[in-house]
């Protein structure tokens, strides 16, 4: 099963009067609700600006753990910098509603079990991405400064090539937020701005394909993100599945090469929607292609770290911003509830969403995950 595939290019060229413009912006919308995911297509993105970018943070996961413990900041919740392997849980392997999902999937659909896997073998790089607010925050340590690397070799190139990369999947991420609102029939600024000063995040995941590199092995385990919109790049590796939300089908993501990005919902978008919109539910496994991609990695370039990076990048709302659900959307969910319609295995009716700041709603998930005492 393939995800729909949405045209940023639309977007960016055709006249917002236009039948082909707002038909592609619903397909965005649309697409996010039945799935949770969705391809995008956006001509501005480089193959080559990703391809740098995974070649850097190899070189960066190579180290030694010793010169990687120097950039770990878990004063601040591990919101820059690294965040080394075995730290971060599964939100899933603990949370009820979670594990009442996985027992709703055919078990043929179901990820692998997570019961006895926490935390995580995966390591992590937070590289902030944020216009500072104009106003003092609520929540400094979600918005704090930059760590850079000091390894000879790594410093000179950092900054260069996490922002060259990160620029271009913020930007397009930020539009397909656009493309979201304007989908669902609210002014077309709502998310975006409501995201201007989001602490947004490059988040690349690493994972030791030495070390954990055997077929089932859980890299990343079951879980949904907790920031308003998720975008990848493409891995070098396989192994992320997403679930589709209307048939509870696990999809081994595929991006198809060239100018293609994975956007995911997360649940700053679920919650800003009332569950029109839910949280994408993923995971990251060694599975029978990734194995493949070892091997033929391994004869191809035999000097390479064999380590798989994920190109992501975590778009996220204000953290000063009051997070409610959106009346108009509301009304729709309720309207579906009225009509007995559920989208999909998540149970669209146990939904409650509580009106909070952002920043505490990121806190409240950083605990679970085991970032955040």
């Known amino acids: ?50 391809s740098h ?14 010169e990687l413990k120097k950039d770990e900041r878990p004063e601040l919740s591990y919101q820059v910098g690294v965040t080394l392997e075995n730290t971060e849980k599964p939100k899933c392997a603990v949370d009820e509603p979670c594990l009442r999902i996985i027992e709703k999937l055919d078990p043929a659909e179901r990820p692998l079990d997570i019961s006895a896997h926490q935390p ?24 704090a400064p930059n760590v850079i690397p000091e390894a ?6 950092w900054t260069s090539t996490m922002e060259q990369w990160g620029n271009a999947m913020k930007t397009a991420v930020a539009d397909l937020a656009e493309m979201t609102a304007v989908g669902l029939d609210l002014p077309a600024e709502t998310f975006r701005e409501a995201g201007r000063y989001g602490p947004h995040l ?20 079951f879980h949904s993100d907790l920031n308003f919109l998720t975008i990848h790049g493409r891995s070098r590796y396989p192994g992320l599945h997403v679930w589709a939300r209307n048939t509870g089908k696990r999809i081994p993501v595929r991006i198809p090469p060239g100018n293609n990005l994975l956007v995911q919902a997360g649940k700053q978008l679920e919650h800003l929607t009332g569950g029109l919109i839910k949280a994408g539910y993923h995971e990251v496994v060694v599975n029978g292609n990734t194995v493949a991609t070892i091997e033929k990695r391994t004869a ?16 996220h709302l204000s953290s000063d911003f009051d997070l409610v659900a959106i009346p108009a ?5 309720q309207a579906l509830r009225a009509k007995h319609i559920n989208l999909g295995k998540d149970h669209l009716e146990d939904a409650v969403y509580e009106p909070m700041k952002v920043g505490r709603q ?7 995950i085991a970032l955040m005492a």
């Open 1 to 50: 099963m393939d995800l729909p595939v949405v045209d940023l290019d639309v977007f960016l060229s055709e006249p917002r009067s236009s039948n082909t413009f707002i038909q592609e912006c619903k397909k965005a919308a649309d697409s996010l609700i039945v799935y949770g995911a969705l391809v995008l297509h956006d001509s501005r993105v480089s193959e080559d600006d990703n």
């Open 53 to 66: 970018f995974l070649d850097l943070l190899e070189d960066y996961f190579a180290q030694p753990e010793a």
């Open 120 to 143: 995580d073998p995966k390591c992590r790089f937070f590289w902030k991405m944020n216009e500072a607010p104009p106003y003092e925050t609520q929540f400094p340590a979600l918005n």
């Open 152 to 157: 000879e070799g790594l410093k000179q190139r």
């Open 202 to 221: 490059l988040a690349p995941t690493a994972s030791d394909l030495v070390k954990y590199g055997q077929k089932d092995t859980i890299l990343a385990g």
């Open 300 to 315: 191809e370039f035999p000097d390479r770290p064999l380590i798989r990076i994920s190109s992501t990048f975590f778009w």
């Open 329 to 333: 959307l509301a009304d729709r969910v």
């Open 362 to 368: 990121v806190q409240n998930e950083l605990k679970h």
